[in-house]
C-alpha cells in the first residue's frame, strides 16, 4: 500500500490527535450540590465534561475509540492506495473495436459454450465492461496533494474511427463515453484510429530558433509523458501492418473472445443474366467456414420474401496451423502457441427464370431447419441482400454514314432491335417532332441541327445517347477543335497524340475496362465547364476522352466520345467492344441506372459494405431527397436522413454503418430502374459484410504492429491502482457511530 499524501496526513495527525489527547487532561469544575442519595456517585467521579485543567489522564473507552476514528480518516486524508501489478502512465488513450466481428457471442466463458444461451453476451459487451473497470481503477487526483490524477479518452474504431471523448479526468463523462458505443456491422482497420490517438498527444519535441527566437517542431522527437493505449479488439485487424503507435507509447492488447470460436459466413455474393436471355437470373453465393470440421448447411434464396430455392452445402473442414508467440508482453507468456486457421472454402449457384426486377436475399440456416447454423457465433454475415434490376432487351439506332468498326461492336449485343439510319433521316424525325422511339442512339461524327430556327432549342431531343467523335453545344462541354482546324498551330496544345492516363474504375461503363493500350492519333480538345452536371469519366494526356454528361431537367442523357475512333487504334482493341456493350446497358438501364463508388472493394452494383461511403448520382433535377435507413438501425439513429443533392445530381451518405436495405426517395425525374410512386421516386441500396477476414472470428492471442509486436494480456484485463482511501473513511464513520452509541449507553442512567 503506498500514499498519495503521506506528508498531508502527518501533519494533521500531528495538529489532531495530541489535541484529541489533551482534551482528556481537563478537570472537571463542579457546583457543589447538597442531594439525599448515593445513586449518582458513580456518574460524578468519570469526567464526562472537560472545563478545568488539569487531571491525570485514565483509561477511557471514548478516547480509544475516537483515536481510532480519528485515525482512520487521517489514513484517508493521506490517499492510500493498492499498487497493480504493472506500472501504468497518467494519461490513457482507451481503443475500443466495434467492427462486426466484435458482436460474436463469445465475449465470456459463459457465452461462449452456446451462443444461443440468453446469458451469451458479445465481445463489445465485454470489452465496454473492461474498459468501464480501467476507468474506475484509475488514480484521481489527491484532495490535499495538488497532484493531477490520470487522464484517459475514448476512441472507438471499425473501417473508421471517431473520438467519444477527449482526454479528461472526469469519470462520469469517461464511462457514458462508453456506454454509449453501439456496435457496427463494418470490417475492422486501426490505422485511422491510431492516428487520431496520436494527434491529441504530444508526439512532437520543440526548440526555439536562435535567431527569430520561434519554437519549431522536430519530427519523431516525442515531447511529454508517454501515454499508455488500451486496445479491446479480438485482434483480427486487417491493417495492423500500417499502425504506429508511438515510440515510448505502451500498448496494452485486451483481447476479447476465444481464438478456438468459429463461424460460417457469407463472403461472396453477385447476380448475372444471360446474355442471350435476359430473364434467365443466376445468383452466385460463396461461403466461408473457419470450422475444424466437416459441415453442412441449407443455403436458402429468397425473392421479394419468397423462398424461392434451397441448396444443401457441404464444407469442408478448415486447415488449422500453429505458431510459438513472439514479441511485447508478460513474462508467462513466453512460448505460447499461436492457432490460426486457413478457412475453408465453397459455395452454390441459383438459377431463377425472372424478368421483373426484385430483392434477393440468401440466408445461411441449419439443415432442414430455419435455425441459423449449429455453433455459429456471428449472425452479421448469415445473410446477404440484393437489388436486382428488370431484365430489358433494349432497342437501338445507329445514325452513322457507314463505320464497320461501330458496326461489328453493335453486331455481337443482345438487343431487341438494331437500326442503322442515315443523319438524313435522323434529323427528319427529330424535325417533325416525332419521338426518338429507340432506348439508345448512337451518334457516329455526326449532331443534329437545331430543332427551331436560330439554334434557340437543344439539338438533342429527349433520349439517351452515347456520341462519338463530336461534341454538342448544350452539354456544358466546350469544344476547343483538334489539329487541322482553324485556330490550331503547329505545336499548340490543340489536337495531336494522346494516350489514356486515368479512368473511372468503379464507373458501371468503364468497371471492366483497361484503357492502357489505347492511342489516339488525333484528339480533340474539350474542357467541362464547372457547374454543368457533366462528369469526366476518363482522362487523357490531352484532356478529357470520355464525358458523363445529362441535361438540368433530367430529359436526356448522353456518354461523348470527343475523338473520331478511327483515327487510333481503340478499333481494333477488345476494350471498345466491352466498352460500346457497357454503354448501351448503362444508358439504357439494363445494368445499374448510376456509378455507385464503394471504396472498400469490388460489389455489385447497387451494393455497399457497411463502413464505407454510398455515392450515388441521381437524375438531374432531383430535390428533396431522403434516405430510409434499415430496421436495424435504429438503435444508433433515425430512420430516415435528409440528403444534399449537388447540381449534378450527386448525393452523398455514410459511412454506413448497418448492413440492410436503404432506400433512397427524391423529388423529381427518375432514371431508367428507378421505381415511382406517390410522387416521388425511389433507388434501392443493399449493405452487406462480404468480408473473409472479419467472418473469420477466431480471436488472435497477438497483433502485430509496424514497430513492435504486443501479445495479449493474461488473467484480469484491468490490474491499475486501487484507491483505498473511501474505505478508510467508511471505517471512520462506523467507529464514530460506534462512539455514539457507547457514550449514549454511560451517559444516561
Not at 506528508?7 to 482528556?24: C, E, M, R, T, W
Not at 489516339?520 to 482522362?539: H, K, L, N, P, W
Not at 504492429?705 to 484507491?723: C, F
Amino acid at each position: 500500500m503506498t500514499f498519495l499524501t503521506p506528508l498531508v496526513a502527518a501533519i494533521a495527525a500531528g495538529i489532531a490527535i495530541p489535541a484529541l489527547v489533551a482534551l482528556y487532561f481537563l478537570k472537571l469544575r463542579r457546583r457543589e450540590v447538597e442531594v439525599s442519595t448515593t445513586l449518582l456517585w458513580k456518574r460524578a467521579i468519570q469526567d464526562l465534561q472537560a472545563n478545568a485543567p488539569f487531571q491525570r489522564l485514565r483509561r477511557n473507552i471514548l478516547l480509544i475509540l475516537q483515536l481510532a476514528a480519528l485515525g482512520a480518516a487521517l489514513v484517508a486524508v493521506g490517499t492510500p492506495r493498492v499498487a497493480g501489478r504493472e506500472h501504468l502512465n497518467s494519461r490513457h488513450i482507451i481503443m475500443i473495436d466495434r467492427s462486426a466481428s466484435m458482436s460474436a457471442l463469445d465475449g465470456d466463458e459463459s457465452s461462449a459454450a452456446d451462443p444461443a444461451s440468453p446469458r451469451a453476451r458479445t465481445r463489445l459487451e465485454v470489452s465496454k465492461q473492461e474498459a468501464r473497470k480501467l476507468v474506475d481503477s484509475l488514480p484521481e487526483a489527491g484532495v490535499f496533494s495538488g497532484r493531477e490524477g490520470s487522464e484517459a479518452m475514448v476512441v472507438v474504431f471499425d473501417t473508421t474511427a471517431e473520438v467519444r471523448q477527449q482526454f479528461t479526468g472526469d469519470k462520469s463523462l469517461l464511462r457514458a463515453a462508453i456506454d454509449a458505443i453501439l456496435p457496427t456491422d463494418a470490417p475492422t482497420r486501426m490505422g485511422e484510429a491510431m492516428r487520431l490517438a496520436k494527434a491529441h498527444s504530444p508526439t512532437r519535441g520543440t526548440v526555439a530558433d536562435p535567431r527569430s527566437g520561434e519554437l519549431m517542431s522536430i519530427e519523431g522527437v516525442e515531447a511529454g509523458e508517454p501515454v499508455t493505449v488500451h486496445i479491446w479488439s479480438d485482434g483480427k485487424v486487417a491493417d495492423l501492418a500500417e499502425v504506429k503507435p508511438g515510440l515510448s507509447d505502451e500498448v496494452v492488447f485486451h483481447r476479447v473472445g476465444r481464438p478456438e470460436s468459429a463461424n460460417m459466413g457469407i463472403v461472396g455474393l453477385r447476380w448475372e443474366r444471360s446474355y442471350e436471355d435476359p430473364t434467365q437470373l443466376s445468383i452466385f453465393a460463396s461461403v466461408q467456414s473457419t470450422f475444424d470440421e466437416a459441415r453442412r448447411i441449407d443455403v436458402e434464396l429468397s425473392i421479394g420474401g419468397q423462398i424461392a430455392g434451397i441448396r444443401t452445402l457441404e464444407l469442408p473442414a478448415a486447415e488449422v496451423r500453429t505458431s510459438r508467440a513472439s514479441g511485447e508482453g508478460p513474462s508467462d507468456q513466453a512460448g505460447v502457441i499461436i492457432r490460426t486457421v486457413a478457412p475453408a472454402n465453397s459455395g452454390v449457384v441459383f438459377q431463377v427464370e425472372r424478368s421483373s426486377g426484385a430483392i434477393a436475399q440468401v440466408r445461411l440456416r441449419a439443415t432442414n431447419s430455419d435455425q441459423p447454423p449449429a455453433g455459429d457465433m456471428l449472425a452479421a454475415d448469415n445473410s446477404a441482400s440484393m437489388v436486382i434490376p428488370p431484365a430489358r432487351k433494349l432497342s437501338v439506332a445507329a445514325v452513322t454514314r457507314g463505320n464497320l468498326f461501330l458496326a461489328a461492336a453493335l453486331e455481337g449485343l443482345p438487343l431487341a432491335r438494331l437500326d442503322t439510319r442515315t443523319p438524313e433521316e435522323f434529323q427528319r424525325t427529330i424535325t417533325s417532332g416525332q419521338e426518338v422511339g429507340y432506348d439508345v442512339v448512337i451518334l457516329d461524327s455526326w449532331l443534329p441541327e437545331s430543332r427551331t430556327p436560330g439554334g434557340s432549342s437543344p439539338s438533342l431531343p429527349a433520349g439517351r445517347y452515347l456520341i462519338l467523335g463530336s461534341v454538342p453545344p448544350d452539354l456544358g462541354i466546350v469544344d476547343r477543335g483538334m489539329a487541322g482546324q482553324e485556330g490550331a498551330t503547329p505545336g499548340s496544345r490543340l489536337g495531336g497524340e494522346a494516350v489514356f492516363i486515368d479512368w473511372m474504375r468503379d464507373h458501371a461503363v468503364l468497371r471492366n475496362l483497361t484503357l492502357d493500350p489505347v492511342v489516339i492519333t488525333e484528339m480533340r480538345m474539350v474542357e467541362v465547364e464547372r457547374g454543368s452536371g457533366a462528369v469526366v469519366m476518363a482522362q487523357t494526356s490531352r484532356g478529357p476522352g470520355i464525358i458523363d454528361a445529362s441535361s438540368s431537367d433530367g430529359q436526356w442523357r448522353a456518354i461523348v466520345v470527343p475523338f473520331d475512333i478511327a483515327r487510333g487504334n481503340w478499333a481494333f482493341d477488345v476494350s471498345f467492344v466491352v466498352f460500346m456493350a457497357s454503354a448501351v446497358e448503362y444508358l439504357g438501364g439494363a445494368s445499374d441506372s448510376g456509378p455507385v463508388t464503394i471504396e472498400a472493394g469490388k460489389l455489385p452494383p447497387g451494393m455497399v459494405q457497411p463502413g464505407t461511403i454510398l455515392s450515388d448520382r441521381l437524375p438531374v433535377g432531383a430535390r428533396d431527397a431522403k434516405i430510409r435507413l434499415p430496421a436495424s438501425s435504429d438503435r444508433s439513429g433515425p430512420s430516415e436522413e435528409s440528403l444534399s443533392v449537388a447540381p449534378d445530381g450527386r448525393i452523398v451518405y455514410g459511412p454506413i454503418r448497418v448492413r440492410g436495405l436503404y432506400e433512397v426517395g427524391w423529388t423529381g425525374p427518375a432514371a431508367a430502374g428507378d421505381s415511382v410512386g406517390d410522387g416521388s421516386s425511389r433507388r434501392m441500396y443493399a449493405a452487406n459484410l462480404l468480408d473473409p477476414s472479419e467472418s473469420d472470428i477466431g480471436a488472435s492471442d497477438e497483433i502485430a504492429l509496424a514497430s513492435r509486436v504486443v501479445r495479449a494480456r493474461a488473467g484480469s484485463a484491468v490490474e491499475s491502482d486501487r484507491p483505498l482511501w473511501r474505505w478508510f473513511l467508511l471505517a471512520a464513520l462506523a467507529v464514530v457511530m460506534l462512539e455514539w452509541f457507547v457514550y449514549n449507553r454511560k451517559v444516561h442512567v
